[in-house]
């Protein structure tokens, strides 16, 4: 019987760069920027690392293919590395390539680092691609805000809002993600803004505007994972274990089958119930401390509070304006800013998720540190990717939480 | 002349766009001063994703699927001077998009005005089986020339097979006639039309060989010109009153509307006031019609009673207006203003071509697959059924979707796509039979849609390689 990677493997020390328009860096300066913090946190040697593995999506503009950048970039030595793109999910899965490893015994340190150099695009917003030789031919060019604009038509007509009334909700998940982020000397986006300021923003695609779509930003974040043993050995004291680490991946249902209705995703409840029973949590609503969660436009945000099971479906909004995700609601969201102020470069996000959980966990988040349900800081956190678009996508949900919880 | 063919059936596409003559003087006639005069009614203009191609499609999926579908086709003519490709065939791939079996005969016919009549009479003269004609121009006009006021794009397709019960109308009797007379002209590789004087072509040119040939046929016929009772004269109705007057027909229905309302449609304008004339007729009457281009056809046509069934498709054509206000955005979807549409639209769109014709039936025809085992209709044809309770292996036989009724599922206005009409439009599209697809929406204005909307399909340019030179067609989804 599967036993699931609960407490298998922890987090030995992390890193995050600043995110933004870090016009005078490239990819490497990034990755160096993540991973020397990374290195000091976790007490180790460069050469101490094992294996590694690399998420970066948007090469073509970026690194280029392969894991070798980061090999080179970081001087590693000559130890097995591997590049992984999964679309949104690519952090995730640089953290779960590393991960597996270790609890396999194929290593004892190993290293996931996600990075991505958007502003090198010439334009904003995300650089264009290829969806594949016979895909090209016949999907729209849509972009990510008009594919993920679908669901707020869907999901507005599924639960019988207004549009102006789900656009309300909208605008306060923008609101308050940008209140956190004034906590957050490593968010791109840093100023207040007013659920007033989201409704009259630039239209981007109906109904979301400029100020419901999250940022374009450079960044870098990476993990170093061990075991527990090897932790103890270092000399680290509290530890955050992986809990969970689940995917979930459309087999072209939503694209193309009848039974979708547009209105959420189809793979994150599938990615979360597994994570919940991996982690062995029965009641995500009591016992999740926190939640960073794919918000790379406002009404993603919105479904996927109701996809994870944390508000009851057709429900979110109201919980959304009754600031149930807040910095002080029951289950905060976005505590760092999430990818609205982060910005998402795409094979970092799913890192620096986790860099987020991993500080609140170990109560080192400064001046937005949360207390958690107990008081005495939050046991369990989440981490949710979505990769790609509603209509195919790879869901990822992560719970890490300390080792004693 | 013995008859031997009929019309069985036409369609009419007139592109959904109208641009006001006035717009158009507003605009130019500080350098073309008589647009001013000419400044009545409106030319059809085709959005930025149709062209005489696509024109054609639609015309002859307005045939009428029985026709096209019931009696087997043995040959399509696309009739056009403005084709998209030079060296591709372009009927062929009409034909392909309208899912006809490989086997039907296609012929492209072009190089003068005179391309559709003469379509029509080679059709009307096979012995043997249906030939579908299809006549489509979309003939891009200088700013502030005359043609810019008069041209129109449209399309009009027949359905032309052996006599029989329930026609709308016979062949009585038809000649060509050719004379290389220059009205006006436009080399290999050229964007405009030269047109030479008005006067000139009347009084030397039309003056002279349309009442010749018009007294022939009606000799071969003999059919005394009173008899006629429609008359088709694709020129200015002026000068049309004159050439009726010459041929003794001046007491015969003449029809402006398609000119005021569509423009001058180049070899379809024959066919569209055929078209008109099929749906004013009553049985027995008859209709004659003139091609003109470097020469002249005649056909002198005998409405049978179908008429008083007949489509009325020019009539619906007309009528399914919606005005385009902005004459510049006009020049810019024709072509004629270099817009910068920002480094999105620096997109490079070459086509894997070995991928297009493993795909051809996918992407021309709109086919997708219909699960054998659970009876899932999906796009496109796969190997495995999509249907999560299925998932069968080669299970699915092919299933054509243009002709299906959709659903608007999801949508969205996106304004930082690249798009030739900003907004792009686009969302989640449900077939009635089944199956899911995000697609394109076209000739759908901003804040016009609605989830649940009904939709129909209509095939479209998708986009274009500038790099290489291609340009690539998919369908779409429109109002029904």
């Given at each position: ?65 392969s ?96 549009m ?39 239209p ?74 991996e982690a ?23 479904v996927?509070?109701e ?22 609601g ?30 609140q ?12 349900r ?32 | 002349?013995?008859?031997l ?21 507003a ?61 591709r ?22 190089a ?13 003269l096979r ?37 029989a ?32 004087e ?20 009606l ?64 049985p ?12 002249v ?14 489509s ?23 072509g ?22 493993r ?7 709109f ?86 909307d ?27």
């Amino acid at each position: 019987m599967k036993s699931g990677i609960k407490d298998k493997v922890v987090i030995a020390g992390m890193g995050c760069s600043r995110f933004g328009e870090r016009w005078d860096c490239g990819p490497d300066d990034l990755m160096v920027e993540a991973f020397n913090e990374a290195l000091l946190d976790a007490c180790i040697e460069r050469d101490q690392i094992e294996a590694a593995w690399l998420g970066v999506f948007f090469d073509e503009q970026n690194t280029g293919k392969s894991s070798l950048p980061m090999s080179i970039a970081l001087r590693l030595p000559n130890i097995p590395t591997t590049r992984v793109e999964n679309l949104c999910a690519t952090g995730t899965e640089a953290l779960r390539g590393a991960v597996y490893a270790v609890a396999a015994g194929a290593c004892e340190i190993a290293l996931a680092m996600g990075v991505e150099k958007l502003k090198d695009t010439g334009f904003g917003g995300l650089p264009e691609r290829t969806k594949g030789t016979f895909e090209d031919l016949y999907l729209p060019t849509s972009t990510a805000p008009g594919a993920f604009a679908q669901l707020a038509s869907a999901y507005a007509e599924r639960y019988g809002y207004s549009m102006k009334d789900l656009k309300r909700a909208m605008a306060h998940i923008s609101v308050k993600s940008h209140e956190n982020a004034t906590r957050n000397a490593k968010a791109h986006l840093r100023n207040r803004i007013t659920e007033q300021q989201v409704l009259e923003s630039m239209p981007i695609s109906y109904p979301l505007n400029v100020l419901d779509c999250c940022g374009v930003s450079d960044g870098a974040a990476c993990a170093i994972v061990t075991t527990p043993e090897v932790a103890r050995r270092l000399g680290l004291r509290d530890v955050v274990a992986v809990k969970a680490l689940q995917l979930a991946a459309s087999n072209g249902v939503e694209m193309g089958h009848q039974s979708w209705d547009g209105s959420h995703t189809l793979t994150t409840p599938l990615a979360a119930k597994r994570a919940y029973a991996e982690a062995g949590i029965q009641n995500p609503r009591e016992q999740i401390d926190l939640i960073e969660v794919h918000d790379c436009f406002s009404i993603t945000e919105l479904v996927l509070m109701e996809d994870l099971g944390l508000s009851d479906m057709g429900r979110s909004p109201h919980d959304v304006l009754d600031g149930r995700y807040d910095r002080d609601g029951a289950i905060p969201c976005q505590i760092d800013g999430g990818l609205k102020c982060f910005g998402h470069p795409i094979g970092a996000t799913g890192l620096r998720m986790a860099y987020e959980i991993y500080l609140q966990l170990l109560g080192r988040a400064g001046e937005r540190q949360l207390r958690g349900r107990s008081g005495n800081g939050p046991a369990f956190g989440l981490t949710h990717n979505l990769g790609g678009i509603p209509n195919r996508n790879i869901a990822s949900v992560s719970i890490l939480g300390l080792l004693a919880a | 002349m013995t008859a031997l063919g009929s019309i069985h059936g036409y369609g009419v596409h007139i592109p959904r766009l109208r641009l006001s003559r006035e717009v158009i003087a507003a605009a130019m006639s500080w350098a073309n001063a008589p647009a001013r005069g000419a400044a009545r009614g409106t030319r059809a203009v085709g959005n930025w994703d149709e062209d005489a191609l696509t024109m054609a499609v639609e015309a002859a999926r307005r045939c009428g699927a029985t026709p096209l579908h019931g009696k087997p086709l043995q040959a399509m003519f696309f009739c056009s001077t403005t084709a998209p490709f030079v060296d591709r065939d372009d009927a062929v791939l009409v034909a392909s998009a309208l899912d006809l079996p490989d086997s039907v005969e296609t012929l492209n016919l072009g190089a003068s005005m005179r391309a559709g009549t003469s379509g029509l009479i080679t059709a009307l003269l096979r012995t043997t089986g249906n030939t579908l004609l299809v006549a489509s121009d979309a003939r891009t006009t200088r700013s502030g020339s005359p043609q810019e006021m008069t041209y129109g794009d449209a399309s009009a397709a027949m359905l032309v097979g052996p006599a029989a019960a329930g026609s709308l109308a016979t062949v009585v009797a038809a000649r060509r006639v050719g004379s290389d007379f220059v009205d006006h002209y436009r080399m290999s590789g050229a964007d405009f039309d030269y047109a030479l004087e008005e006067r000139w072509i009347r009084d030397e040119f039309l003056l002279k060989i349309i009442p010749t040939t018009v007294a022939q046929v009606l000799s071969d016929a003999r059919v005394p010109a009173e008899s006629v009772r429609h008359v088709v004269i694709p020129t200015s109705p002026a000068t049309a009153k004159r050439l009726a007057q010459a041929c003794d027909v001046s007491t015969a229905r003449r029809d402006e509307r398609v000119l005021t309302q569509c423009g001058d449609a180049g070899v379809a304008l024959p066919l569209l006031m055929i078209a008109d004339a099929l749906e004013a007729a009553e049985p027995e009457e008859f209709i004659l019609a003139v091609g003109i281009g470097q020469g002249v056809d005649v056909i002198l046509l005998k409405a049978e009673t179908g008429v008083c069934s007949a489509s009325k498709d020019l009539t619906r054509a007309l009528a399914a207006g919606h005005e385009e206000p902005s004459y510049v955005r006009y020049l810019a979807h024709r072509g004629l203003l270099d817009v910068d549409f920002g480094m999105r639209a620096e997109r490079d769109q070459r086509t894997a071509h070995s991928v297009a014709f493993r795909k051809r039936s996918v992407l021309n025809a709109f086919t997708g697959g219909r699960c054998r085992n659970c009876g899932t209709v999906q796009f496109p044809q796969s190997r495995v059924c999509v249907n999560p309770e299925c998932r069968q292996t080669d299970t699915q036989s092919p299933h054509r979707l243009a002709d299906s009724q959709g659903r608007v599922k999801s949508f969205t206005e996106d304004w930082q796509a690249y798009a030739a009409r900003p907004p792009y439009v686009y969302g989640n599209v449900e077939f009635a039979e089944g199956g899911n697809l995000l697609m394109e929406f076209t000739d759908i204005e901003p804040g016009r849609i609605k989830v649940n909307d009904a939709v129909r399909f209509v095939y479209r340019i998708k986009d274009e390689d500038r790099a290489r030179g291609f340009r690539r067609y998919f369908w779409k989804a429109t109002a029904t």
